[in-house]
């Protein structure tokens, strides 16, 4: 089992260490451009260059989707896009960035419990286990060794609201999970950029939020890391190997960003790797190892109301039949 999925754990630590470049990356740009014009630059870019990948692929075909599905990839563009980037950059107005993390470390654990409650995936003790061991690994990085910082934890309205914001991405990755056994993960990508971008252009306008501050030539590397590896890379791989290896064990894979985090920071910021990042990192390694050998079942969805129905109309022909 583990060897036939390698590959997709490989697109989902791929997609992880390249988030890890984000706040390496949004503490530049901070300085050069505001949060929502950032946001709805990045995904405009990822749609973009998506669209084109698309077309080139599968011409004007590949774009076609239902739409019921198209409802659903607008949501998902307001859950994982919009508010969760929104919801963050507002939480970070109110709230220090270190708990911010320590909120942001719960994040898998909340996906593995909406998935058991909304598709029913079922993770076995084993994987339980290791959520667990990687979520102290997280936050044991976060608090720097002392947890003293999770003992003393207040919660303000920006705690709440990066909470909330963490809520957002777990939905999103349950609703990419089903939405992927009908439309590949280019195509995903693609519609919740545009429309996540979207929202984020006419929330900045009417906010009068959008500014550039600055843009050098370094501002502009920045910002193309961002858009085309943490953007298109990271998206579709994430949204293409969730559908694989499923949400639960999938989204343990988040609990390494910080960990990628930290090491970007010591190799491009002359930032200082202590000892509590290292027994941190080796906690969520573990407790990811934990998790993917974990053996997981999905209980089987009842019968919508539509089978029903079609099931009710096939008896009543075969009783006109008979």
Known sequence: MLKGKFKYYLLLLLACFIWGTTPLCGRVLRDSMSPMLITSARFYVVALILF?????????????????????????????????????????????????????????????????????????????????????????????????????????????????????????????????????????????????????????????????????????GYFFVLSVFAGVISFASWNFAIAKVGASKGSTFIYLVPVFGVMFGVLLLDEIFSMYELIGAIFVVLGMFFSIRAKTSTKQNRRSIKDLKQEIIQKQKMKKTS
């Open 52 to 220: 084109s990948i698309i077309l080139l692929l599968h011409g004007k075909k590949g774009l076609l989707v239902s739409r019921q599905d198209l409802k659903i990839l607008f949501i998902m563009s307001v859950v994982g896009i919009f508010l969760h980037n929104s919801l963050l950059f507002e939480g970070l107005r109110y709230t220090p960035a270190s708990n911010a993390a320590i909120i942001e470390s719960i994040g898998p654990s909340v996906t593995s419990i909406l998935a058991f409650f909304f598709i029913g995936e079922r993770l076995s003790s084993s994987g339980w286990l290791g959520i667990f061991v990687s979520c102290f690994g997280a936050i044991f990085i976060v608090c720097k060794g002392s947890f003293c910082t999770l003992i003393n934890f207040e919660f303000n309205i920006g705690e709440l609201l990066v909470l909330f914001c963490e809520i957002m991405w777990s939905f999103y990755v349950i609703i990419s999970w089903r939405l992927s056994q009908n439309i590949s993960a280019l195509v995903v990508t693609a519609y919740t950029g545009l429309f996540g971008a979207t929202m984020c252009l006419i929330t900045g306008l009417s906010m009068n939020s959008l500014h550039v501050y600055r843009f050098s030539l370094s501002d502009a």
